[in-house]
């Protein structure tokens, strides 16, 4: 079995993080037509799953998702590299979040607006705290293992 701060794990998941963010900016550089669009086909096929599910919360999960994801990964970073931070993990998905509405203040069809900042902001605060606890439960079975072995 891989151990979870292994060389390999060190270097993937740092390169996961900052693909998610290209990801995530790639979205952001989409003129507000093509990202309408895309919108609408997430929405026409969760409609058949969940009918009356509106346009504006599927964009605004949309969110929330792309930035839960981004603070798991940049907590789980934080944890490979034995720091055992909550704060710098959380400010650098904050920056991610500002850069972001930032970066689509330029494109067009497009708006920042504070309160997106706002909601992928909590979207890498529950990553974190999901990622944290992960973390936490990893420890300890990893805790029980070692002492059933040694009692």
Same mark, same amino acid.
């Given at each position: 079995?891989?151990?979870?701060?292994?060389?390999?794990?060190?270097?993937?998941?740092?390169?996961?993080?900052?693909?998610?963010?290209?990801?995530?900016?790639?979205? *952001?550089?989409?003129?507000?037509?093509? *990202?309408?669009?895309?919108?609408?086909?997430?929405?026409?096929?969760?409609?058949?799953?969940?009918?009356?599910?509106?346009?504006?919360?599927?964009?605004?999960?949309?969110?929330?998702?792309? /930035?839960?994801?981004? &603070?798991?990964?940049?907590?789980?970073? =934080?944890?490979? /590299? &034995?720091?055992? %931070?909550?704060?710098?993990?959380?400010?650098?998905?904050?920056?991610?979040?500002?850069? =972001?509405?930032?970066?689509?203040?330029?494109?067009?069809?497009?708006? &920042?607006?504070?309160? =997106?900042?706002?909601?992928?902001? *909590?979207?890498?605060?529950?990553?974190?705290?999901?990622?944290?606890?992960?973390?936490?439960?990893?420890?300890?079975?990893? &805790?029980?293992?070692?002492? %059933?072995?040694?009692?």
């Amino acid at each position: 079995m891989l151990h979870l701060k292994s060389s390999r794990l060190r270097i993937l998941f740092p390169l996961l993080t900052v693909l998610w963010f290209a990801f995530i900016l790639a979205r *952001s550089l989409k003129s507000g037509v093509q *990202s309408h669009s895309e919108s609408s086909l997430v929405h026409s096929f969760l409609q058949g799953l969940v009918p009356g599910i509106t346009m504006h919360f599927v964009r605004k999960f949309a969110h929330f998702l792309e /930035y839960f994801l981004l &603070g798991g990964l940049l907590l789980t970073d =934080d944890r490979l /590299y &034995g720091r055992r %931070n909550f704060v710098w993990p959380a400010l650098l998905g904050l920056l991610a979040a500002c850069t =972001d509405e930032l970066v689509q203040r330029f494109v067009p069809q497009r708006s &920042g607006e504070i309160l =997106d900042v706002l909601l992928d902001f *909590s979207g890498v605060l529950t990553g974190c705290w999901t990622a944290l606890g992960l973390w936490t439960l990893l420890e300890k079975r990893k &805790g029980r293992k070692e002492r %059933n072995r040694r009692g």
